[in-house]
């Protein structure tokens, strides 16, 4: 459905309600993308941009034995990178920015991925969203990331009429404050296995309640 069509937007009780429900029924949530560390994870993070976590998951074990590091990806041929990741969306321009990252890893970071959102932005690839991410997953950092899930949930239930992913971040940032990192991930999950873009299951859904736009689909 288009977030076009203007919703009415949550009041305050409403939007403290709605952070309630999300820790509740996902006091524990976290990524379903698989790493062992952080730069396994910004990779995975990085890939998973257009793509699938299920896809990412698939593709990343083989990936991370070839290339086990930043120095050993950063020294890679960018056409034996894309061969491990061909089965992902936009895999010619992230083998190349996987690449472009590691160097600057090597070249400005001493072989380490920094955790800091501001350095983070400075590598290949890695927009404020992803960089986010890795912040939430890895440090549990009190941010919110806008993905395609989140942004349909955020406007389906009145929490944000931003047209723009980063703009919409910058709302729910305003009107939840605390606990971030764990309704980032709760939101993500929600859209992606209840509040689908498709044929979303709203019967029996804990946010019903809430939802402004429910009386629009047809399930």
Same mark, same amino acid.
């Given at each position: 459905m288009s977030n076009a069509k203007k919703v009415k937007k949550a009041?305050?009780?409403?939007? %403290?309600e709605i952070k309630t429900l999300f820790?509740?029924?996902?006091? %524990?949530?976290? !990524?379903? $993308?698989?790493?062992?560390? $952080?730069?396994? $994870?910004?990779?995975?993070?990085?890939?998973s941009a257009q793509c699938t976590d299920k896809r990412v998951n698939m593709i990343t074990p083989a990936l991370f034995e070839a290339y086990p590091d930043p120095v050993s990806l950063a020294n890679a041929d960018v056409e034996s990178v894309k061969s491990y990741i061909n089965t992902c969306s936009f895999f010619n321009n992230k083998a190349k920015n996987l690449i472009k990252m590691a160097q600057s890893v090597v070249e400005n970071y001493d072989n380490k991925i920094p955790l800091e959102r501001d350095e983070l932005v400075k590598l290949a690839g890695v927009g404020q969203k992803t960089a986010n991410v890795v912040m939430i997953e890895y440090a549990g950092a009190n941010l919110m990331a806008v993905d395609t899930h989140v942004y349909r949930v955020a406007h389906r239930l009145g929490l944000s009429d931003a047209k !723009?992913?980063?703009?919409?971040?910058?709302?729910? !940032?305003?009107?939840?404050?605390? %606990?971030l990192h764990l309704l980032h991930q709760a939101m993500v999950l929600f859209g992606r296995y209840k509040c689908k873009a498709v044929k979303p299951e709203c019967d029996g859904c804990f946010m019903k309640k809430y939802c402004k736009t429910s009386q629009t689909f047809k399930v």
């Amino acid at each position: 459905m288009s977030n076009a069509k203007k919703v009415k937007k949550a009041t305050k009780k409403e939007i %403290d309600e709605i952070k309630t429900l999300f820790l509740h029924h996902y006091p %524990d949530s976290l !990524t379903e $993308l698989n790493y062992s560390n $952080l730069y396994e $994870l910004l990779i995975a993070v990085m890939l998973s941009a257009q793509c699938t976590d299920k896809r990412v998951n698939m593709i990343t074990p083989a990936l991370f034995e070839a290339y086990p590091d930043p120095v050993s990806l950063a020294n890679a041929d960018v056409e034996s990178v894309k061969s491990y990741i061909n089965t992902c969306s936009f895999f010619n321009n992230k083998a190349k920015n996987l690449i472009k990252m590691a160097q600057s890893v090597v070249e400005n970071y001493d072989n380490k991925i920094p955790l800091e959102r501001d350095e983070l932005v400075k590598l290949a690839g890695v927009g404020q969203k992803t960089a986010n991410v890795v912040m939430i997953e890895y440090a549990g950092a009190n941010l919110m990331a806008v993905d395609t899930h989140v942004y349909r949930v955020a406007h389906r239930l009145g929490l944000s009429d931003a047209k !723009t992913a980063i703009k919409c971040e910058e709302e729910l !940032t305003k009107k939840f404050k605390t %606990d971030l990192h764990l309704l980032h991930q709760a939101m993500v999950l929600f859209g992606r296995y209840k509040c689908k873009a498709v044929k979303p299951e709203c019967d029996g859904c804990f946010m019903k309640k809430y939802c402004k736009t429910s009386q629009t689909f047809k399930v």
